[in-house]
């Protein structure tokens, strides 16, 4: 785990209305692939739907697999880790300084090396 990842774990994100401590919320196990963890940073609730955004962690030896999101864009961020991404029929590399754009429809997965990846992941809607 690097500073950036350290730093996000242990900060906040601050909103009109209210101030999120992310010391205050927890790993959050994804529901669909195993060694895959969420920390929800700003949930729809807070954005009326428009927007949403988490910390993910893939586990060493992990993947969040191929999967489509139907209705939302995701920008994803790779903040710690090295593994490989697919999106489409691109395969690249992912580490400190990666970023990805998903379109709506297109499928894509990372899968974390020989340590874990940290992901930060924006979804226009919301995801939750």
């Not at 993947?63 to 697919?86: N, P, Q, T």
């Not at 379109?103 to 995801?127: C, M, N, R, W």
Request: hydrophobic share 40%.
């Amino acid at each position: 785990m690097n500073e950036t990842v350290r730093e996000l774990g242990a900060g906040k994100v601050i909103c009109v209305d209210r101030d999120v401590k992310a010391t205050e919320l927890t790993w959050q196990p994804h529901a669909s692939f195993e060694g895959v963890f969420l920390k929800h940073l700003v949930k729809g609730e807070a954005t009326g739907g428009k927007f949403s955004c988490h910390l993910i962690r893939i586990q060493s030896g992990h993947a969040i697999g191929g999967h489509i999101h139907e209705d939302k864009m995701e920008f994803i961020h790779i903040v710690a880790g090295v593994g490989r991404g697919e999106l489409g029929d691109k395969r690249f590399d992912c580490r400190l300084g990666v970023s990805i754009v998903v379109p709506e429809k297109i499928q894509h997965s990372i899968t974390a090396g020989s340590g874990d990846v940290y992901l930060l992941a924006k979804f226009i809607p919301a995801l939750l």
